[in-house]
């Protein structure tokens, strides 16, 4: 059934990329599935993933009395979640990458481990806020590169709980450098490199990363996707 709900979505990839490589990773629970819709927790974050072609309040009911952070490419789903659970609305806009050109810089790039040190270097560093059991989970499941310049480093990227491009960070000491860029571009060739595929969710209101994104070899979807 998995198989037939993956075989679905995948007519609009560029929708649904978000909820089909989650579906393929074994870091799931599945919560409802039908032939046409999809609720499903990633593990172990908890993040609830939710998306279809129809039988969407079903699906909206599995998840009623679940709490924590959910996200559908869904309207349909969006409008639902809102009404039933009162739940606040982020919109996104979702790229898929190709491969980019990277200018050369002297910036080494390391994987790093899922060491306390690290660990601790994350937490403290990245500016969006990720809890010390987040980020070991990223270090340890996901991805996390780190830049390193004359030795030190200057900053770091990789993938979010769900697969993601993001994480990106660089040190205040490296700033307006070009570093972000060449991070950026850096990990998404890493991920092709490695058969991932590389997608990011933007916040609708960050106009400088969605300026950004128009300049880079990236597909973007025509609609929002939502966080709630």
């Known amino acids: 059934m998995i198989n037939a709900i993956i075989e679905t979505l995948n007519k609009n990839y560029l929708k649904y990329v978000c909820i089909i ?10 919560l409802y599935l039908s032939s046409s819709c999809v609720a499903f927790k990633i593990l172990p974050s908890g993040i609830i ?3 279809g072609i129809s039988d969407y309040e079903n699906a909206v009911n ?21 009404k039933k659970k009162g739940l606040k609305t982020y919109p996104c806009k979702q790229y898929l990458y190709g491969r980019q050109v990277v200018e050369p810089m002297d910036i080494e790039i390391k994987r790093l481990t899922p060491t306390k040190e690290n660990v601790k270097f994350v937490c403290e560093n990245y ?10 989970h990223v270090l340890k ?34 700033k307006r450098q070009g570093i972000g ?11 092709l490199d490695n058969s991932l595929v590389p997608f990011c969710h933007v916040r609708s209101e960050n106009i400088a990363s969605i300026e950004l994104h128009k300049k880079l070899n990236c597909k973007p979807y025509e609609y929002d996707v939502y966080w709630f």
Do not use: W
Not at 21 to 30: C, P, R, T, Y
Not at 127 to 136: A, D, H, I, M, P
Not at 143 to 172: A, D, Q, R
């Open 21 to 30: 490589e989650n579906l393929k990773s074994e870091d799931k629970e599945i």
């Open 49 to 51: 993933m939710l998306a």
């Open 62 to 82: 599995s998840v009623i009395n679940l709490s924590g952070t959910f996200f559908t490419p869904d309207g349909e789903i969006k409008d639902l979640l809102t």
């Open 127 to 136: 500016s969006l806020g990720y809890t010390e059991s987040q980020v070991y």
């Open 141 to 174: 499941d996901r991805l996390l590169l780190g830049g390193y310049k004359n030795g030190k480093i200057c900053g770091f990227v990789g993938m979010h709980e769900e697969l993601s491009v993001g994480l990106l960070e660089v040190l205040k000491d490296f």
């Open 181 to 191: 860029s060449y991070l950026l571009k850096t990990c998404v060739n890493y991920f």
